[in-house]
């Protein structure tokens, strides 16, 4: 029927598989849907079309990045049938072409109604979103979604929008007004009784304190989430929580109880089978060996994180890795291999059109030039306390 409505010139294909309508037929059937039919026989048709996207953007960020404390969706409306994504790779080339338009639904769910489309769909972009740099369309759909969660009175809905909203303002360098958010979600998820979302709060409200250099505080609120995961008894919540706690101390320079808690949090992964925490608190170690020195155990630690997130097919946390793997490598004075992981990061976060790119461009410049005049001796680049949102912290879970 597309390709009918193609070689008529009503409909276009742009690219292959993507049709759209020119703008003055676009007008039209609006015209033709609002003199043809019920209010709602439109009603009806919106509920599947948003049913189709959410329940396809939650399968998407369910492959990006299974969440711990996963939200239950209402079954889809007859006739709705969600995309079936084969896996990582496949759930990204999905929102990379679907964006705009998931980005459309979210605001045509908060302006008819479906508030609790609204708020899932935001929730279900936040990863995606987060990887691809794109801070402020993250920050507008989280707002549209409070918006109508507050409409509707949904005190969950306005619990995972303020997360949202402060993830996006604490990625752009608004710390306070994003653990302002984090306190409004954690109070509305303790009233819920939720202690994972709860947690979920505590774990983002760390991470602001860490990109601050807040380390003392980023650690508080690893601990209080992992009060909180003990008392869900969320076994995945707590190796989450510990591995924070853990690169939090090794960054304190409390070496040995940093590496304590990382290798906890390594063996509930393991026995836990749950390979992207594994991979999270394997990068997490090498951090805590390239600062003790141990820059040997350090590379091995990065080349098993690495091996793992490339068997998952997570191709924005290697770009991570292979920096982290870089920076070894230029302390061990192996700027050979230090340049090729640096290059390979730059190719996977160019691909991904990440602002990250830019960070690794320089940082192969200086590399070309050679070790700063003033550098102490077998000093390399050690990553600051400045993560993206599923970068070394991958781990936490329901972040």
Known sequence: MLGELTRL?????????????????RAYALERAEADETAAERHAAAHRVLDYYLHTAHAMSRALSPPRNAITLAPPQPGALREELGGYRQAWSWAEAECPVLLAMVALAADTGFA??????????????????????????????????????DLAGQAHAHCGIGWACVSQGSYD????????????????????????????????????????????????????????GDRVGQAGALNNIGLYHLRLGAYERGLDCCRQALAAFRELGEHRGEASTLDSLGDGYHRLGRTGDAIACYEESLAAFRELG???????????????YQTSGDGHHAGDCLEEALAILTELQHRNAAEVRARLADLAAGPPRHAAPGVGWLPSPKPEPAGRSAARPGS
């Open 9 to 25: 010139h009503i409909a276009a294909e742009p690219a292959a598989g993507r049709f759209g309508l020119h703008d003055l037929l």
């Open 177 to 232: 007004d994003g653990r302002t958010h984090f306190r409004e979600a954690a109070e509305l998820f303790r009233q819920l009784g939720d202690k994972p979302g709860e947690a979920r709060a505590c774990v983002r409200a760390g991470q602001a304190f860490w990109r601050e250099g807040r380390l003392r505080e980023a650690c508080r609120s690893a601990e209080r989430a992992l009060e909180l995961y003990r008392a869900s």
């Open 314 to 328: 997570d191709r924005y946390n290697q770009a991570e890795i292979l920096t982290h793997l870089a920076a070894a």
């Open 116 to 153: 609790r489309h609204a708020w899932q769909l935001a929730r279900a972009l936040d990863t995606f979103l987060s990887r691809r740099g794109r801070w402020p369309e993250l920050a507008h759909v989280q707002r549209l979604a409070l918006g109508a969660a507050h409409q509707a009175g």
